[in-house]
């Protein structure tokens, strides 16, 4: 298992990206009754949350200057956590896809910073962190094939895209009803520190442990 950090992404203030591993996850598992509550509270706090204000938040910030930086329309390509929000108030609920994914939509609510999640199986190594550096295609969950400029910043495997500028995560590396183990990515930005970053994995790992006894669970800092 190998994870590369291309110099290309410390050009835009990307200096290390912090990586959760976790082992014998069960998709399918019923979710504690603590867990319930704090996605309840945050589900709330979602419905009221002030999307400009969520907006003007420092991690959030980051988000939106990675993307002008490289080009891209911020308001085609809103952050992951702002378009969630959004999303949330929209549908008037936070969505329950399954355990693995309900867990880390919390946390990415809480710390305002996003998480790619994937089924650590179906990566084929190595997985590299980079501007994209040529022109190229991406399948989103659930939707239709994207366009991927040589300037976006992504991260891939050998076979493809596994996720498009931090806001798309790809359709052949999702979580389903036969994960076993995960991988979580918190690429961040220049405003959060790693530390902001390890924290809410270990968030992560403690809501899974509590419903996945047999977890194991390693957070590696690539730089």
Known sequence: MEIRLDDSMKAL????????????VNPNANLEADFLTKQAQTETWALDADI?????????KGY???MQAVGRSVKKNPPTIPAFIENIQRRGS??????????????????????????????TWPLTITV????????????????VAATDYVYKDTKGIMAWMGVRDGE????????KNAIFIVQGNA??????RIEALKVIEADLRATMPSLEFEILVIK
């Not at 203030?13 to 014998?24: C, K, M, S």
């Not at 994209?132 to 366009?147: D, L, M, R, T, Y």
């Not at 052949?172 to 994960?179: E, G, I, L, R, S």
């Open 52 to 60: 400009e204000q969520v907006k003007a938040h420092p991690f959030i």
């Open 94 to 123: 936070i969505p329950k896809i399954n355990s693995i994914v309900d867990i880390y939509n919390v946390e990415s609510l809480r710390s305002m910073i996003a998480i790619g999640g994937h089924d650590l199986d179906k990566i």
């Open 64 to 66: 939106y200057d990675m």
């Open 13 to 24: 203030g990307v200096e290390a990206v912090v990586v959760g591993i976790a082992r014998n």
């Open 191 to 196: 405003a959060i520190d790693v530390e902001a």
């Open 172 to 179: 052949a590396y999702k979580f389903d009803d036969q994960t």
């Open 132 to 147: 994209n550096q040529e022109e190229g295609s991406f399948v989103p969950i659930s939707a239709k094939e994207k366009h």
